[in-house]
């Protein structure tokens, strides 16, 4: 047995000896330390080798990304699998270790080619670390045949992680197709997925493939499979399992040659905790788990994103945009819930309210622009900045007041009502004196808005359904102002 050489990086001198001794018996090929000289041998060997990790002055995880045509094989066994190693050494037995070689010995690392690696950096935009780690993760799994499973927030680019994988995989001429399995309906979901003969039931007048079979030989991105109903995850898990399928209605079974990549928003652990999702299903699926970092965790990215977002809504828009300096600075200062569909909502408005213009910080949505104090000392405070703070506290999908005064009309009937029944307001709702210092309205209304939900949600004892009734919204947008304020039931 032949290899092309291994590297032993290991600080306890005991296990190092022995791996140096067990190595030698097999004949194989070692250079042992763990030196800052080996980083740089590493560096320059151009074949792949076998890099035997242990205890180091380095993070594992940073060689493993920085050294990634290296087969890495951790020596201890709280290092992560996350981190992409090849296998964990968890005795030092001969078997194992010759078992764990031979597995090194026929690893081949991915080489991507200069046009496949210009298409990468183009879908992923962005330098930050974060970035760089999703890139590096995407090369090493995109040509090995494991399920991905993409982890993150809404509005992340799962999506565009999935389609750079394909695009660096072995099945990149085949099809790449995506499903929602949350947007469809839990009784089509089975026919979407594999397909329907003639006469599998009302409607089915001919036979039709489904999504299982228009991804052969290519890729079948199950987006949002936190949403997927339990009675549909145990026929998918099947048809993981077995690699084969059969069409509603059908008895032919049909061979699954298709890679799998699942995404979902939702925390997969706690639904299996309550029983939500299956966790065969989950382990079957998070082969190689990826999360996409929020933008909030990567805001210096946020230059290259309206770069790259200008130029796709500049031929719908049939106009050129621009930001200022101060623009930018004040968007890299917000937290971004919405993540990268909401940067790219923000620039679609910015082409509609300022056409063929550069933005300044002055035009941006107020929750957008992050003001200085001598800013908002020199900055006129006119009618429509009143407008956004009132409606950026006051948000919801129910109509808004019109003014000023129809506002203060709801409060003082509440009054009137709670006087006709012989009770005191909780409340007043009278205004406040104005200090010489002035008094912020935002904070002062925002107070008032949390004590009303409070005071509803107690009265109701808990139930959220109810609580809205009481406060005239819907259910969903209390939730929304509860997450909001951070008030729990």
Not at 354 to 366: A, E, G, I
Not at 392 to 409: G, K, L, T, Y
Request: charged share 25%.
């Amino acid at each position: 047995m032949s290899f092309n050489g291994v590297l032993i990086m290991d600080c306890n001198q005991e296990r190092r000896s022995k791996l140096e001794a067990i190595l030698s018996f097999m004949q194989v090929e070692w250079r042992s330390g763990c030196r800052a000289e080996d980083k740089i041998w590493l560096q320059e060997q151009p074949h792949t080798l076998t890099v035997l990790a242990g205890d180091m002055d380095v993070p594992l995880k940073s060689l493993v990304n920085e050294f990634s045509h290296h087969a890495f094989i951790s020596l201890n066994n709280t290092d992560c699998q996350a981190n992409n190693l090849l296998g964990t050494l968890s005795a030092l037995t001969y078997d194992e270790l010759t078992a764990l070689l031979q597995q090194a010995q026929s690893w081949q690392p991915l080489i991507a080619s200069d046009d496949q690696e210009c298409r990468l950096h183009d879908l992923l935009i962005g330098q930050s670390a974060s970035m760089d780690e999703i890139k590096s993760l995407i090369r090493q799994v995109a040509n090995k045949p494991a399920n991905v499973l993409l982890l993150g927030e809404s509005g992340t680019g799962k999506e565009v992680i999935a389609r750079a994988i394909h695009l660096l995989s072995l099945q990149s001429e085949g099809p790449f197709v995506p499903i929602n399995c949350g947007a469809i309906p839990a009784e089509l979901l089975e026919s979407e997925l594999f397909g329907h003969e003639k006469g599998a039931f009302t409607g089915a007048v001919s036979a039709r493939k489904g999504r299982f079979e228009l991804a052969q030989g290519g890729t079948l991105f199950l987006d949002e499979i936190g949403d997927m109903p339990l009675p549909m995850q145990v026929k998918l898990l099947r048809v993981l399992q077995e690699r084969t399928f059969e069409r509603v209605g059908g008895t032919r079974p049909i061979t699954a040659k298709v890679r799998v990549i699942a995404a979902t928003h939702r925390d997969l652990e706690q639904m299996i905790a309550e029983q939500r999702f299956r966790e065969d299903l989950y382990y079957r699926l998070n082969v190689f788990p990826i999360e996409a970092p929020a933008l909030r965790h990567r805001q210096n990215d946020i230059p290259l994103l309206l770069n790259e977002l200008i130029s796709r809504h500049e031929t719908t828009h049939n106009a050129q945009l621009s930001f200022s300096a101060e623009a930018i600075d004040s968007l890299k200062k917000w937290h971004w819930p919405g993540n990268v569909r909401e940067l790219s909502n923000l620039v679609e408005r910015m082409f509609i309210l300022c056409p063929n213009q550069r933005v300044q910080l002055s035009d941006l949505p107020v929750k957008y622009q992050a003001l200085t104090d001598e800013q908002l000392v020199t900055r006129p405070f006119d009618e429509l900045d009143e407008q956004d703070a009132l409606a950026s506290i006051f948000h919801s999908d129910e109509p808004e007041v019109e003014n000023e005064a129809d506002f203060f009309d709801f409060q003082n009937s509440a009054e009137d009502e709670a006087f006709e029944l012989g009770e005191e307001p909780e409340h007043s709702f009278a205004p406040h004196a104005l200090s010489e210092e002035g008094v912020n309205l935002k904070e002062m209304l925002a107070n008032i808005e949390m004590d009303m939900i409070s005071q509803s949600l107690e009265a109701n004892d808990g139930v959220v359904a109810r609580a809205a009734e009481h406060l005239g919204m819907r259910r969903t947008t209390l939730v929304e102002k509860m997450k909001k304020y951070g008030i729990t039931k």
